[in-house]
């Protein structure tokens, strides 16, 4: 059974930084596109950030030059570094990532927990 589980998070006040970990286990294949999504109350899910297999990445325009995404195919694992937060930011944050149990599959979305991220004023 393929799972996602995240870590990190927690509250920091504004300007400060955090690192989000998550890390893919079960029977996998191959790992396609990883990323980071995050919802704020009241809010619909938006995508942080995401990187391919190949290194390519993407980035919400509101977390440019703040955040950074990185992965360890080896590992299975995605960070998220987060830099200059702002109470903007403040959400709860969940892992993503299309995977492939076997060669065969077209694969399967999977979610993390979420971790929940506070920052103050």
């Known amino acids: 059974q393929v799972q996602l589980v995240e870590s990190g998070g927690g509250l920091v006040q504004a300007g400060g930084s955090l690192r989000l970990s998550c890390a893919a286990s079960g029977t996998i294949a191959r790992l396609d596109i990883m990323g980071w999504y995050r919802q704020a109350p009241g809010k619909q899910r938006e995508l942080v950030a995401s990187?391919?297999?190949?290194?390519?990445?993407n980035y919400a325009d509101s977390v440019k030059g703040r955040f950074t995404i990185s992965r360890d195919n080896a590992k299975r694992t995605v960070d998220l570094q987060m830099n200059s937060l702002e109470p903007e930011d403040t959400a709860v944050y969940y892992c993503?990532?299309?995977?492939?149990?076997?060669?065969?599959?077209?694969?399967?979305?999977?979610w993390g927990q979420g971790s929940p991220v506070t920052v103050s004023s």
């Open positions: 993503n990532a299309r995977i492939l149990p076997n060669f065969r599959s077209v694969g399967n979305i999977y």
């Open positions: 990187s391919t297999s190949g290194g390519m990445t």
